[in-house]
């Protein structure tokens, strides 16, 4: 941008770059011409005085090349060795290239399974602020050497949304092939139209197909930057999707919001101390149409105005949960509502599944019948967190002594209608049988319905899954009676629900 700019407040900034943008689709060779502006990019927003994350992509692509394999495999461990291979010289190269500027670079290599621990969560928050406090950019990646599905963000773009989140971020960038999100894929569709501002994901999802891929090396296409925007909006971090062609744009959109938060207070032109903070509070339409700068090309996400708690976005986006805890609809309902606090009382409860601990997370699924529509194909949740979107059908009543098979289908995305059909091998599918013990007593009441358990959301249990299941249903004051003890009368706290769900 050529105009003189008077520049916001200092940010943090999380910048990701996936492997298309890494290493060439067919020859597999470094990019470093965009490697190089990416540095340059980062050098400059330093600077500025922002504090700089880079999560770069790219260790299984660069371990292609060194090994001389034509395509990426199939198999896991062949992938985990290749990105074995390939991360050493990725980080060899990233700080060889800032290097040339005297800039420090650490080496930041995260599983979910690390984080889920809340104290090494902890650990991890402090290195990475110690380093941003230090000058030096760390560069984070996934331990995809020992990531398996339990224990994995499964893509970039998640792990991204959760680093800004960690760190609070005020940005977070995910730089990639296109300028933005489409309607539709625009490698496919000539005629799909760029968004420029996203209020709500889940307002969105409805005009946008993110169901086809990119290209052979990215992992989840469009779909998973989606679920990454969600996280980090949620958690308060304004995310952007933009071109990793000329990734100077990030200076040139951060000059450009840091104007329009400053614009839209009218002040007789000066920029005014009560300028808002939060882009959430900016009429952006209004706003750029008074000021005459060029919108420079890319997608907006703009933050939520509360941002989730530390530990409720802790709770959501970073824990495997161990189990499920089966809810009525009027208990939904209930959660839903602010002024629940999160918290789940015995009464709402239908039942539990799997086995887990109290302290440990859990998913919170919703009972409610679906009416004849086929449960597959209504209810593919798009949820925002990572690893699992769940949905399982209960047809027709559930009684004790049948058998059901929860179809939980791990590493989202999935595609809007539910199928898997254009999915990368990298999106699993697992099936996971619940046994009869696990599943919820409810009354029989008409043959012909339907039911499902839709995952709406999770939390951190109080009582492990044996004592809610013996207090289900029941008011609870009985919980000191048959337990013999009550630490709280709530069975679940901390609970996020993703509001449309
Ligand atoms: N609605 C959409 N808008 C923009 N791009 C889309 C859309 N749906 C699918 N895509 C594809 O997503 C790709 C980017 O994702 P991906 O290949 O995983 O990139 P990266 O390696 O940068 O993470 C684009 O190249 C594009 O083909
Ligand atoms: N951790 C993997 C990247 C996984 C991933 O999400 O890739 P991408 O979709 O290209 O950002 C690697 O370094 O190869």
Redesign the pocket.
Known sequence: MSRSVKRGPPSTIVIK?????IVHEETHQPLLSILSAVVETVISLRSHGHKVVLVS?GAIGVGLRTMDIPQRPKSLSKKQALAAIGQGRLIALWDNLFGQFDQRTAQVLLTRGDISDRTRYLNAVNTLNELLSMGVVPIVNENDTISVSEIKFG???TLSAITSSMIHADYLF?????D?????????DPS?KKLDVVISVAAIRAQ????????S?????????LIAAEIATGAGVTTVIAS?KQPSVIVDIIDYYAALKSTSVPTSGAVSPTAPQNLNQVDLDEVAASLSWPRPPHTVFKPALIPMRDLKAWTSHTLYPAGSVVIDSGAHAVLSRRESGGRLLPAGVLGVRGSFASGQAVRILVHRRTEGVPVEAKEVAQMPYSNVAATTPCTPVLEPGASVTASVTSLVPLSRSGSSASLSDDMISDSQTITDDEIPLIEKTDECEIWDCVEVGRGLANYNSAQISRVRGLNSARIAQLLGYADTEYVVENITIRMSA
């Open positions: 770059l996936g492997t298309s943008s992509s893509d970039n773009d995910l730089l990639t092939d296109v933005g999100l489409y309607t539709s894929n625009p490698r496919k799909a946008v197909s993110t169901s086809t891929l990119g290209s090396l990215g992992t989840g296409g469009m779909e998973t930057k990793s």
